[in-house]
């Protein structure tokens, strides 16, 4: 007997969308991924998948994870010539109800559901967080994204935010002359700016250029690459980098009071997982003056799931046939 599905879901980034089924057990089935510089439109994607894998039987709703700001259920991709609203995939796909939401809003929702090998304790704080108490979820990759997770007896409700846009507070002089040099090519410095793929090859240029050295690596790859494997100034450079996000996260802890744990995700964090665990993240998240105390009972976890915002998703969709 072929199953009956509940629903689609779907997380689309501005290089690839993966999209799966919901199964009637709640189970999420037959993902797939696509590249998105073969489509014309994300339309053209959910067409595809769901007359190649739903066949007749197809799915009533959707949940779809995009990585940007949703405002009054439309998005309009950065990276992509694509602007994709809720109205228009309910007119095509004749879909009962559908919910677009920010990616790090359904990883937000996915934490509750990670556990075992999904997750991996970072540093000596506690392994549980408060069950009824807020959850942030961060991570760096192209950018830098971020969402909370508030709780109640009835349902999570996810917050998404453009928290990478903050402003970076820098910690020591080192930062500083970070700081200083970024605020002369771009103004304004945001955590993205340090906290991501591009960040983490900028501090890098910095500290060459503090050491007087040559700058011999070409990108961050190179320098996440050579960090692990012993170059000195690329390992100080994600040593910087990994003290960078372990202060935003400790900041975001307390701007959300999320007691119910942190959890990094992202395209860069899994590749230094061991620096990650080292122990300078958590440092500098515990590093917080007259908050060290409330800070150091507020467990941090590094996502290791390949697809949260898909395990997010499909909480989402849940949650729309309960309520």
């Not at 037959?30 to 190649?52: Q, V």
């Not at 050295?213 to 690329?234: F, I, M, N, Q, S």
């Amino acid at each position: 007997m072929k199953p009956q599905w509940v629903g689609l879901v779907g997380d689309v980034g501005g290089t690839n969308a993966r999209f799966a089924l919901i199964d009637g057990q709640g189970h999420i089935r037959n993902p797939r991924t696509f590249a998105c510089r073969d489509y014309s439109s994300l339309s053209d994607i959910i067409a595809e998948y769901i007359e190649t894998t739903a066949g007749k039987k197809r799915p009533p709703k959707a949940v779809v994870a995009v990585a940007g700001p949703v405002v009054d259920g439309e998005i309009e991709f950065t990276n992509l010539n694509w602007t994709v609203s809720e109205g228009d995939l309910l007119a095509q796909f004749e879909f009962e109800a559908i919910d677009l939401i920010n990616d790090f809003a359904a990883q937000a929702l996915a934490c509750p559901r990670l556990e075992g090998p999904d997750l991996r304790l970072l540093g000596p704080g506690p392994s549980r967080g408060a069950h009824d108490c807020p959850i942030v979820a961060l991570g760096a990759g192209t950018g830098f994204g971020v969402a909370a997770l508030a709780r109640n007896d009835r349902a999570d409700i996810a917050i998404p935010t453009e928290g990478g846009h903050a402003a970076f507070a820098p910690h020591d002089e080192v930062e500083v002359e970070i700081w200083r040099r970024l605020n002369a090519l771009y103004g304004r410095v945001s955590i993205e700016r340090l906290l991501s793929g591009h960040g983490l090859y900028a501090i890098y240029s910095t500290l060459a250029a503090l050491d007087k050295k040559p700058a011999t690596l070409v990108d961050e790859r190179e320098v996440t690459r050579e960090g692990l494997v012993g170059d000195p100034l690329a390992s100080a450079a994600l040593d910087r980098f990994v003290g960078m996000l372990g202060a935003v996260a400790g900041d975001l802890a307390m701007t959300y009071g999320a007691r119910g744990g942190v959890y990094v995700s992202g395209g860069i964090a899994p590749r230094i997982a061991e620096r990650l665990a080292s122990g300078q993240f958590r440092r500098r998240f515990e590093d917080k003056g007259r908050l060290y105390n409330y800070v150091r009972d507020i467990p941090t976890f590094l996502v290791l799931h390949p697809y949260p915002a898909i395990v997010g998703a499909a909480r989402q969709l849940e949650q729309m046939e309960r309520l």
